[in-house]
């Protein structure tokens, strides 16, 4: 038995100095993943427990998204085609989280959860390719709800952060950014703690909202134009199309709200219990379902399509300020938004923390650095990149307005290549030839193939419904992401790319380069 801090000859000997893990017997023929393991492990009353796993997938899934709800999705479709899209992204999204249950149960050693289904089931580079998708596309995530902080904090300081996006706004969401960082450095008991908080204060906040729109529905107002076939000058409805094209406009909107449901995956390895993963996301999953088609579909008995796509965001704002008749409904909701927002955007600083840092210690897809954890087991140096490149979209965002908007659309596409290398390895997994899948478990093999096609078919559809031109710009983030993982192979000593994976970082490099084609002209 030796001492971590005498080993003095290891290529890894700074990395572990740095993590403050001193004097922790090992055996000597040891693995550095192992002293990951064993300093974790001497963090178990910092682990989250059911309650805070659940904290973390609604936190995760909801955010901004429910506050300005009946907007967005009135902007999309009438009633009919918004009723149809609750179903259909119900089932959808059931589906997705039944995948991820069925994952974390047949695989519960694969923690960190997204990159490992990719990389165990399809290599390292595929394993890198949706662990940097995620990271990337969740720092946008919270770079846009740093430019909606500001535009929120706007109602109570008028005129002093217009848009959210101006300079007083660019200061003071880098101290937000930077303050939500140092509370999640703290240790994952302290930020879900402040999650379970702000949890409870954003739902009790939407109860109350709902009561309140309750009382004011009318059905005659939700019966007419259902369709959304006609206009109704009086009500500000105008024609939407087939209903059918209604339904696919809304579904990349309930693609972000939906954003997330992986939570209590990606943090298996902060879990307590890993058996409380599963019950976690279905859950999260249940509670975000019945939240959010209540809040669209009850104010669609209040006000027509027609207005709610006009009323000021956030929208819930709006209508409680003129069901109360007063701005307290308004002061409400700005600050229930804030906490939500504050609450999601630790939950995405966690996670999107955790894929490299494992991707780093254990397979050598990330550089060596992405491996360092703190000595209350986070993961330090992936935690400050991603809030360096956080900043860095935040100021692009002041030079433009349209940016909040871009960024959403852009995370909500970047969101499916995990989604759909997981659904795929479960089918990799499932088949009878492969016998991967294991016989202990309370879930059957066949029941993992066919929720593994039928999540995959839905990722599929959401896919075919986003905007080509956001897919290509996606392409142009991904290509970014190849040289740092060649770097990382070539600092690890592997061999960068079998003949496959150099297949495919070429088509990427080619769908990113028409990407950038297609941009400039």
């Not at 290891?10 to 990395?15: F, G, H, L, R, V």
């Not at 990799?428 to 995959?456: Q, Y």
């Not at 959401?462 to 897919?471: C, D, Q």
């Amino acid at each position: 038995m030796i001492a971590v801090n005498i080993l003095l000859n290891n290529q890894y000997t700074s990395d572990i100095l740095n993590l403050n893990i001193v004097h922790i017997p090992i055996p000597y023929k040891y693995d550095v993943r192992d002293v990951y393991k064993m300093a974790d492990g001497n963090k178990q009353a910092e682990k989250m427990g059911l309650v805070g796993l659940i904290a973390l997938c609604v936190s995760a899934m909801v955010g901004s998204g429910v506050f300005d709800l009946p907007k967005n999705m009135s902007m999309e479709a009438g009633v009919t085609a918004q009723f149809l899209s609750w179903i259909i992204t119900g089932i959808g999204i059931w589906f997705i989280a039944e995948m991820f249950v069925i994952l974390s149960d047949v695989k519960p050693d694969l923690t960190a959860g997204l990159y490992k289904y990719a990389q165990v089931g399809f290599g390292s580079f595929t394993g890198f390719f949706s662990a940097w998708a995620y990271f990337v596309c969740e720092c946008a995530a919270n770079a846009a709800y740093a430019v909606l902080v500001m535009s929120t904090l706007d109602y109570f300081f008028p005129g002093t952060f217009t848009g959210g996006n101006n300079w007083p706004s660019v200061i003071g969401a880098s101290i937000i950014t930077w303050a939500i960082t140092a509370l999640v450095l703290r240790g994952v008991e302290v930020s879900s703690g402040v999650q379970k908080i702000a949890t409870a204060i954003m739902l009790a906040v939407v109860i109350v909202f709902l009561v309140s729109v309750l009382f004011h529905f009318n059905i005659h107002t939700f019966t007419t134009n259902m369709n959304a076939t006609h206009s109704v000058s009086s009500v500000s409805d105008k024609p939407m199309g087939s209903v059918m094209h209604q339904l696919m406009n809304t579904m990349m909107v309930t693609l972000w709200l939906f954003g997330g449901i992986e939570g209590a995956v990606v943090m298996s390895g902060k879990a307590k219990n890993v058996k409380q993963v599963a019950p976690a996301t279905v859950i999260g999953f249940v509670i975000c379902l019945v939240m959010y088609a209540l809040v669209g579909m009850l104010s669609l008995g209040a006000y027509s399509y027609g207005q709610l796509a006009k009323m000021t965001s956030p929208s819930t704002a709006y209508i409680l300020t003129n069901i109360w008749h007063n701005n307290i409904g308004r002061d409400v909701i700005a600050i229930a938004l804030l906490v939500a927002v504050f609450s999601s955007w630790i939950s995405w600083i966690q996670m999107l923390a955790e894929l490299p840092q494992h991707a780093a210690a254990e397979d050598g897809s990330f550089p060596r650095a992405f491996a360092k954890v703190s000595k209350k087991g986070e993961p330090v140096f992936s935690i400050i990149i991603a809030t360096v490149l956080i900043e860095i979209i935040i100021l692009i965002a002041h030079f433009d307005e349209s940016a909040y908007q871009m960024l959403l659309t852009i995370v909500g596409v970047m969101t499916v290549p995990p989604y759909l290398l997981s659904s795929m390895y479960l089918i990799k997994i499932s088949r009878k030839e492969n016998g991967d899948f294991p016989t202990n478990t309370k879930h059957h093999r066949g029941a993992g193939m066919a929720i593994g096609i039928l999540a995959f078919l839905y990722i599929i559809f959401m896919a075919y419904s986003a905007n080509i031109k956001y897919t290509l710009i996606s392409f142009i983030f991904y290509a970014v992401g190849i040289p740092l993982y060649m770097w990382a192979r070539h600092q690890h000593g592997k061999k960068i790319f079998t003949k496959g994976e150099l297949i495919f970082a070429i088509v990427i490099l080619v769908v990113a380069i028409y990407g950038v084609y297609d941009l400039v002209h």
